[in-house]
């Protein structure tokens, strides 16, 4: 099993962030010696204990209007599109739904949006511990994805900025792609994150030698 | 497969969802009053139409949210998608026994 992470942060070595340990920490290793450099070249890694706050809330509510500009920025209002706003992006889950990731720390940003949204009928929900963060990278990045999801992830259909909720493998995973390298990040929840980045290497191992024509 | 277009997502494939059954069942009005009969009826006796069929879907990996699909029976083609607070579509071309 892995070590319990220690951190150097501000926060570092008190109460519960430092017992806390990331889903695939025994992977790190395995995860980095899988990378592929070159014209098929794609990489794995995680980042750990990021931040992410589940919102549901009535779109046309007043406390919406509230909460976006908590946020600094609108909440997405249709499958697929992600708002950014300094640390915070905002993932629409569904039609009342959405994932806020942040950079920031977990609960001030839940405690801030619980303000925002006051009494009103709505959640907001730390959930940081739900889910990990996988980042699959690099020229080859979708055609390892397109092994396993049933998503067209063609530049004309998906592009960076762009979050869905979806499967890779037999994983259900949120989906973001970030950049045009391409960059995709996968938020699967922790207890199939092991298996996911075990598929994820595996799927990435053929890259290392030549084209097969 | 079949490719199932949520209302909220769009087009995702058949493995991204759950089944719900025969849409449009309403819950009894007045449940206190039916009689084992009636009960066995609401819980357990659904259509089984060669034809056009509304059922219930969730988009379990998606958007989670329910919503009806109108399926074809005989030719397994999905008809049409709809909210679950959109009445049932009048489709021109759909047959069927009901």
Partial sequence: MAEPTIHTGAAAGVGPAALRRSPVAHLEKRMRAAGVTGARGV?????????????????????????????????????????????HTVVWLGPDEWLVLSQADAPTVAAELDEALGGDPGSVVDVSANRTML???????????????????????????????????????????????????????????????RWLIDAMSEYRGPEVP | MLLISCPWCGPRDETEYHYGGQAHVPYPETPADLTDGQWAEYVFYRDNPKGPFAERWVHSTGCRRWFNVLRDTVTNEVLTSYRLDEPRPELPQAGGNR
Avoid at chain 1, 57 to 69: F, G, H, L, N, W
Avoid at chain 1, 142 to 152: A, F, M, S, T, Y
């Fill in chain 1, 43 to 87: 990489t794995l890694s995680e980042w750990p204990f990021l931040a992410m706050v589940d919102l549901r809330v009535d779109p046309a509510s007043e406390a919406a209007r509230r909460i976006e500009k908590t946020l600094g920025a609108p909440l997405p209002r249709r499958c697929g599109h992600t708002t950014a706003s300094g640390p």
């Fill in chain 1, 135 to 197: 980042d699959l990278s690099g020229p080859a990045a979708r055609q390892v994805l397109e092994k396993g999801c049933p998503l067209d992830l063609h530049p004309r259909a998906f592009g960076p900025g762009r979050a869905v909720a979806t499967t890779v493998g037999p994983v259900a995973v949120l989906l973001w792609q970030v950049d045009d390298a391409p960059t995709y990040r996968l938020f699967p929840r922790s207890s199939f994150a092991d298996y996911l980045a």
